[in-house]
């Protein structure tokens, strides 16, 4: 039995021995594998946290490269509209040059012809003439001439002398069957003394306009139909109503040959038709 008891007691001494220094063993592992899984610890919740910063990061390029996407759409969108649109303007303004162009010409040929009357009016006429004046004011023809080669003072009577220059007037304007004629009667400013007939100036001015037109129509065989009668008494002067000069110069009749209106739209007409086949 006592031998029974030394040997536990001197195995119990061992085992005690023994497992202090497993024991310290153990404690100092231990320590450093849970200083090891402290360091791995703070690693990891480091890699955690620029993990979720990358995403947070790649999440934020995704959505610029769905804005930039998106803006590229509308960009091709806008840019589609806007070429067609520009298209659109384009043709627009081709269409309305190739308008101008038409009115264009027909103003050219409307202006040719202008041109030409003048010339024909100049050569049947005499440019030489001081008391016939023959000039061009947007595309009409004014021909003025003095009341001294039609008239006697406060006469609404044409002179023979008179005739001789309506003949060549009329000849012309009977050339050209699509114009129109219109005379005016002007006076200087001295008040007409009524004689009964007439009362003033507004009728002495239309009376020798009146007078020239049956002229041109029943001596000269020009068209009636193309002929206008006007009257503008001393309203319209040439130059001031100042001197004896001026107020010959003043009292004259104006013939203004002019193409049809009529005539004249059909023709831009036909040039606006033509640009349309």
């Not at 520009?86 to 162009?101: A, G, P």
Request: with cysteine.
């Amino acid at each position: 039995m006592r031998k029974i008891v030394i040997a536990l007691s001197v195995l119990m001494a061992l085992t005690s021995c023994v497992s202090k220094k497993e024991y310290a063993a153990l404690e100092a592992k231990n320590k450093e594998i849970q200083d090891l899984l402290n360091s791995c610890t703070v690693k990891l919740n480091s890699c955690l946290e620029e993990k979720a910063g990358l995403a947070a990061t790649a999440e934020s390029y995704k959505q610029h490269n769905q804005d930039l996407i998106n803006s590229s759409k509308d960009l091709t969108v806008l840019t589609t509209k806007g070429a067609e649109n520009l298209e659109k303007s384009l043709e627009s303004l081709k269409e309305k040059d190739l308008k101008i162009s038409r009115l264009q010409d027909a103003l050219t040929k409307k202006d040719s012809v202008t041109l030409a009357l003048v010339t024909s009016l100049k050569g049947a006429v005499g440019i030489n003439d001081p008391d016939i004046e023959i000039n061009v004011e947007k595309g009409v023809v004014f021909i003025s001439i003095a009341d001294k080669l039609l008239f006697k003072s406060g006469s609404y009577d044409v002179s023979d002398k008179a005739k001789s220059v309506l003949a060549k007037v009329a000849k012309v304007v009977n050339d050209k069957p699509d114009f129109e004629c219109m005379v005016e009667g002007h006076t200087d400013d001295v008040p007409y003394k009524s004689n009964g007939v007439l009362l003033d100036n507004w009728d002495l001015s239309v009376k020798r306009s009146t007078s020239i037109v049956r002229v041109l129509s029943g001596e000269l065989g020009v068209n009636p139909a193309k002929l206008i009668a006007a009257g503008r008494s001393s309203y319209v002067p040439l130059v001031a109503n100042d001197t004896a000069e001026n107020k010959a110069r003043n009292r004259r009749t104006r013939i203004v040959v002019m193409p049809k209106i009529d005539q004249f739209y059909d023709m831009i007409e036909k040039e606006m038709k033509k640009q349309q086949k």
